[in-house]
Structures are given as structure tokens and as C-alpha cells.
């Protein structure tokens, strides 16, 4: 099994509408969660950190669910421009040195929205 | 302006050629990455740097050095590159407290080309 997975679509949203997905990960002592966005060939740009509460920025929206292990986004509104692919990435502590991090990324989610 | 910068931006190279890809960032970040991703396979880390002088393997360190000499450079280095190292490279840095990593930043990447 993946430490981290992703559904990878390609998720076909009409513009205007509402889209969510979610990236589970098996190693239940992870720590950060993150949502990146990466463009065709370009970099991974942060789009949000994840955190126990959940957290809204504007039309995006993540959740995590610690119990089932799995963290959520949810894009209102889709817009044209949300196409992409979505990275879930996963903090997992190296736990068998006394410091380091290995951080993880899902495979990604593709997002097309379409008008 | 705050960045990560690799050079060079694309390499076709041959077998057996040493190459050196640098990445530097000027955010005073602890910590450093290197990523391969592949089509299918997503993004891989290679080698991570906790700080100066510390560096450990990811997932995928064959066929790769790196070192960490000063805190804003991160070179990877292939030794004797092999066709299946051809890969979109990406070098990535962030701020680090204990086992928490936090946003990190992408450079543009580096599209390798092994003959």
C-alpha cells in the first residue's frame, strides 16, 4: 500500500460547480498535511496547510480526518483557471533518526474544469 | 525576492557524464530537498537536508549525491548519469522546527535529458 494516494482523476467539473476529493496516508503518526497545486510542468505551489480544525481560503476548503486518515479539499465555485493537478502531501518523522523528515506526496489529482 | 533557483533549467546529457545541478534558496531555510517526478510515479523524493551538514536519503537516492556545505545551497550530483535518471528534477526548501515542516518552496525545476 502507498503511503500516501490520491485518487488521480481526471476529475471533469463544470465551471461554477463544486469539487472535492481526498488523499488518505497509512502511517498514522504523520504530522504536517499540505495541499500543493502544480500547473503542466511547472513547480508545486503551496495552496494550503492542513491542520486539525480544518481551514477555508476563500473557495478552497481542507479538512483532516485524523481517525480515518484522510485529508479532504473542496473547491467552490470552480473556476476555469482551478485546472490542474492537486498534490497531497504528507510529514511523516523519520522515526528511525532522531531528527529528519521525510515528507510524501500523493501521485496528485487532476482537476479540469470545463465551461 | 524570496526563491529557490536551479541551473541549469534543462540538460541533455550522456551516459556516464558526471553532472552537477545546483539549488540555492535565500530564505535562510534549514531545510532542503531534492524530487524526481515521473509520469505515472508523481513526485519521488531523492536526498533531504535537515541543516548544514545534514543530509539523508529519500525514497529514491540511487545513482545520486548531494551535499550540504553552507545552509543555501543544495547540489545534486549524478556521478555517472544513466538513461533512466531522465526525470523533471525539482529542489525545494522550508523552515523547520523539530519534526515540523513547513511550507516548502519549489524551485523551476531542471528537465534532464540522459542519452
Known amino acids: 500500500r502507498k503511503e500516501v494516494e490520491q485518487d488521480p482523476g481526471p476529475f471533469n467539473v463544470p465551471e461554477g460547480a463544486t469539487v472535492a476529493f481526498n488523499c488518505t496516508y497509512s502511517?498514522?503518526?504523520?504530522?504536517?498535511f499540505f495541499w500543493y497545486r502544480q500547473d503542466c510542468r511547472k513547480e508545486p505551489k503551496l495552496l494550503m496547510s492542513v491542520y486539525s480544525s480544518g481551514n477555508e481560503d476563500g473557495r478552497f476548503t481542507a479538512q483532516l480526518n485524523r481517525a480515518s486518515q484522510y485529508i479532504s479539499l473542496l473547491i467552490r465555485d470552480s473556476k476555469l483557471s482551478d485546472s490542474a493537478t492537486y498534490l497531497c502531501?504528507?510529514?511523516?518523522?523519520?522515526?528511525?533518526?532522531?531528527?529528519?523528515?521525510?515528507?510524501?506526496f500523493g501521485g496528485g489529482t487532476r482537476v479540469l474544469v470545463k465551461p | 525576492e524570496a526563491q529557490v533557483t536551479q541551473n541549469p533549467r534543462y540538460l541533455i546529457t550522456v551516459t556516464g557524464k558526471k553532472l552537477t545541478v545546483t539549488c540555492s534558496q535565500n530564505?535562510?531555510?534549514?531545510?532542503m530537498s531534492w524530487y524526481r517526478q515521473d509520469p505515472g510515479l508523481g513526485l519521488r523524493q531523492i536526498y533531504y537536508s535537515m541543516n548544514v551538514e545534514v543530509t539523508d536519503k529519500g525514497d529514491v537516492p540511487e545513482g545520486y549525491k548531494v551535499s550540504r556545505k553552507e545552509k543555501r545551497n543544495f547540489p545534486l550530483i549524478l556521478e555517472s548519469p544513466s538513461p533512466n535518471q531522465t526525470s523533471l528534477y525539482f529542489c525545494?526548501?522550508?523552515?523547520?522546527?523539530?519534526?515540523?515542516?513547513?511550507?516548502?518552496?519549489f524551485g523551476p525545476g531542471t528537465r534532464l535529458t540522459v542519452l
Open positions: 502531501v504528507v510529514n511523516i518523522p523519520n522515526t528511525i533518526k532522531a531528527a529528519g523528515n521525510k515528507l510524501t
Open positions: 502511517n498514522s503518526a504523520s504530522q504536517s
Open positions: 530564505m535562510n531555510h534549514e531545510y
Open positions: 525545494a526548501s522550508s523552515f523547520v522546527s523539530g519534526s515540523y515542516v513547513y511550507t516548502q518552496y
